[in-house]
């Protein structure tokens, strides 16, 4: 099976692309769905230890979270060190389920893939992208966007062009769903064709 990294900075069109890929009947990890389930479950008491405060009623307030990793220096390697053990678990079961139902690909959609070095852990790894000013407009459009926000985001990010240029294949966001969608499908199309695991470190 191949298994392919998805990623792409904040209101580049990564999570649509995921979207498209499972109706296109590919699996598809969801790590900020992972962190989600990992909030709700057993990491309730392992954040509120690393950042206390930010549980309420049993509950991981993701605003609370957010607030304080984005104003606090060291705040991200302490979360990483909570969460990213966690995801890698409920990932490598997810993966070992697909390769059960003996798929060919599998995708895993996640944000901070380079930033994080786990581009390594995959056959390939595929950028979506969209011009500067198109992911300005989609993340200040977006319900409690603020320009610091915003910022914040990039700041903590790699920049689009760095991605691209490690990428296997790049997705254009830039025009309309269907134009993405097209894209989409030809890439599965085309890494459906490679042989054995895909082409990792190519």
Known sequence: MI??????????????VARMFAQLGCPVFDADGAVRDFYRAEGTGLVE????????????IRERLAARVL???????????????????????????????????????????FETGGDKAFDLVIV????????RARALGRDGA?????EAM????????EKRR???????????LDESLA???????????LPGAGIRNA
């Open 3 to 16: 298994v392919a990294g998805l990623t792409g900075s904040i209101a580049m069109g990564k999570s649509t």
């Open 49 to 60: 230890s690393a950042f206390p405060g930010v549980v309420v009623d049993g509950i991981v």
């Open 71 to 113: 104003g606090e220096v060291d705040a991200m390697p302490r979360l990483e060190a909570v969460v990213h053990p966690a995801v890698a678990l409920r990932r490598a079961r997810f993966l070992e389920h697909a390769r059960g139902l003996g798929r060919r690909i599998a995708f895993c959609d996640i944000p901070l893939l």
């Open 128 to 135: 979506v992208s969209a011009r500067p000013e198109v992911q």
């Open 146 to 150: 603020t320009r610091a926000k915003f």
């Open 154 to 161: 990039l700041s903590r990010q790699m920049s689009d062009i």
């Open 166 to 176: 490690r990428a296997h294949f790049v997705i254009d966001t830039n025009g309309p």
């Open 183 to 193: 894209q989409a499908e030809s890439l599965v199309r085309a890494i459906a064709a």
